[in-house]
């Protein structure tokens, strides 16, 4: 979608739909639909789903399945009338990439419109690797997993999480801090959407966090309105992606959700980010002491902050230290966030792990490219 240009002061116009843009959102929500019922839906169940008349639902499910994205599925059992046609998600009409790149390892997930997996690779990546050599990498393994596509099916785009901070709207890196300078130099705001899409050969690429990705993994394919999730993921590093209402909160600069950077002891180690005491610098010195119930209480307490803060009804845990012992990790934030909330009878808070694992951040990456088809705002 097309950003309206600034009016005065620069001040957004308001954005207005044409004829294009609606029969276009008209369609995402009628595959939408069909994502979220795997068993498939009658035109009739549509267009009461929808709003829409059934003559427009005829309309776009006829457009659809010349296209090749549905297929109808038999028939749904009679209820006195004609038996109603069912249609379904053609799920290998086509795929999306899903690029995890981490300073030592790379994930790349080939994912279908249902959100099957078709190609799965992780290989460790080389410290300090540059840019440009980082680039031919995810180009390579990219075009490897492409080979990989179902007979037919389209490959409409890459998604790539990566280590924050960055510019998600630029596609633009910030990787700032003393220990990045030192092993990966080059990599403060640097285009890495830009570079990539143009060895891609224009195939479209989109840049986020890995938090925001992992969290769109872990969310529901039809968001409940008003929900609040929270993924929380401990490795090298400490982030969180912030779901709510069903929409990635980025922020003003598209940088929300540096969970790790919330100061909890004033006088405490000096962290990359140049601040002391920082969630994330405590969390690590517990991990490489190899205690993780430290390391858990340490990050219940930041949840609960989080908690407080926003409301959030639903966290979700991961990342590689979390699944080394998720056990733990659940009990001790649990354990922390039933400490700290006042009323937790009123303000319940289920904790989770991970259940995409090691592979949220991918999964989630191909699902920034995937859920605008299906009307998801990413």
């Given at each position: 979608?097309?950003?309206?240009?600034?009016?005065?002061?620069?001040?957004?116009?308001?954005?207005?739909?044409?004829?294009?843009?609606?029969?276009?959102?008209?369609?995402?929500?009628?595959?939408?639909?069909?994502?979220?019922?795997?068993?498939?839906?009658?035109?009739?169940?549509?267009?009461?789903?929808?709003?829409?008349?059934?003559?427009?639902?005829?309309?776009?499910?006829?457009?659809?399945?010349?296209?090749?994205?549905?297929?109808?599925?038999?028939?749904?059992?009679?209820?006195?009338?004609?038996?109603?046609?069912?249609?379904?998600?053609?799920?290998?009409?086509?795929?999306?990439?899903?690029?995890?790149?981490?300073?030592?390892?790379?994930?790349?997930?080939?994912?279908?419109?249902?959100?099957?997996?078709?190609?799965?690779?992780?290989?460790?990546?080389?410290?300090?690797?540059?840019?440009?050599?980082?680039?031919?990498?995810?180009?390579?393994?990219?075009?490897?997993?492409?080979?990989?596509?179902?007979?037919?099916?389209?490959?409409?785009?890459?998604?790539?999480?990566?280590?924050?901070?960055?510019?998600?709207?630029?596609?633009?890196?910030?990787?700032?801090?003393?220990?990045d300078a030192r092993d990966s130099p080059g990599w403060d705001r640097?285009?890495?959407?830009?570079?990539?899409?143009?060895?891609?050969?224009?195939?479209?690429?989109?840049?986020?966090?890995?938090?925001?990705?992992?969290?769109?993994?872990?969310?529901?394919?039809?968001?409940?309105?008003?929900g609040g999730l929270a993924y929380v993921h401990l490795s090298a590093?400490?982030?969180?992606?912030?779901?709510?209402?069903?929409?990635?909160?980025?922020?003003?600069?598209?940088?929300?959700?540096?969970?790790?950077?919330?100061?909890?002891?004033?006088?405490?180690?000096?962290?990359?980010?140049?601040?002391?005491?920082?969630?994330?610098?405590?969390?690590?010195?517990?991990?490489?002491?190899?205690?993780?119930?430290?390391?858990?209480?340490?990050?219940?307490?930041?949840?609960?902050?989080?908690?407080?803060?926003?409301?959030?009804?639903?966290?979700?845990?991961?990342?590689?230290?979390?699944?080394?012992?998720?056990?733990?990790?659940?009990?001790?934030?649990?354990?922390?966030?039933?400490?700290?909330?006042?009323?937790?009878?009123w303000q319940p808070v289920p904790v989770s792990v991970s259940t995409?694992?090691?592979?949220?951040?991918?999964?989630?990456?191909?699902?920034?490219?995937?859920?605008?088809?299906?009307?998801?705002?990413?």
């Amino acid at each position: 979608m097309t950003t309206p240009p600034p009016g005065p002061a620069g001040h957004h116009r308001p954005a207005g739909t044409n004829l294009a843009g609606l029969r276009d959102h008209n369609a995402a929500l009628v595959l939408g639909l069909l994502r979220a019922a795997p068993q498939g839906g009658s035109r009739v169940e549509l267009a009461a789903r929808t709003g829409l008349t059934p003559q427009a639902i005829g309309k776009i499910t006829a457009r659809l399945l010349a296209e090749g994205m549905i297929v109808e599925a038999g028939q749904a059992a009679s209820t006195g009338g004609k038996p109603r046609t069912l249609l379904r998600l053609r799920a290998e009409a086509a795929c999306a990439v899903g690029v995890h790149l981490e300073r030592d390892e790379l994930t790349v997930l080939l994912v279908d419109l249902a959100g099957r997996h078709h190609h799965v690779r992780t290989e460790p990546v080389e410290r300090g690797l540059t840019p440009a050599d980082a680039v031919r990498l995810v180009t390579a393994r990219i075009h490897r997993a492409a080979a990989d596509l179902p007979p037919g099916a389209r490959l409409l785009g890459a998604g790539i999480g990566c280590r924050g901070p960055l510019d998600h709207a630029a596609g633009v890196l910030h990787w700032f801090t003393p220990l990045d300078a030192r092993d990966s130099p080059g990599w403060d705001r640097y285009p890495l959407r830009d570079e990539l899409a143009a060895r891609l050969d224009g195939l479209p690429v989109v840049v986020d966090k890995d938090t925001n990705t992992a969290a769109l993994a872990e969310a529901p394919t039809t968001p409940r309105p008003g929900g609040g999730l929270a993924y929380v993921h401990l490795s090298a590093g400490l982030g969180a992606g912030l779901l709510l209402d069903g929409t990635l909160h980025r922020g003003t600069r598209t940088n929300a959700g540096e969970f790790g950077h919330q100061t909890v002891q004033l006088d405490g180690p000096p962290c990359d980010c140049g601040n002391r005491g920082c969630l994330e610098v405590l969390c690590l010195a517990e991990l490489r002491r190899a205690d993780h119930a430290a390391a858990a209480r340490l990050l219940g307490v930041g949840v609960a902050n989080l908690v407080r803060l926003l409301d959030i009804d639903r966290v979700v845990l991961g990342g590689r230290a979390v699944l080394s012992a998720p056990d733990v990790y659940l009990a001790g934030v649990t354990a922390q966030l039933e400490s700290r909330i006042p009323d937790p009878d009123w303000q319940p808070v289920p904790v989770s792990v991970s259940t995409a694992g090691r592979l949220a951040v991918a999964a989630g990456a191909a699902e920034l490219v995937l859920g605008p088809l299906f009307g998801r705002r990413t």
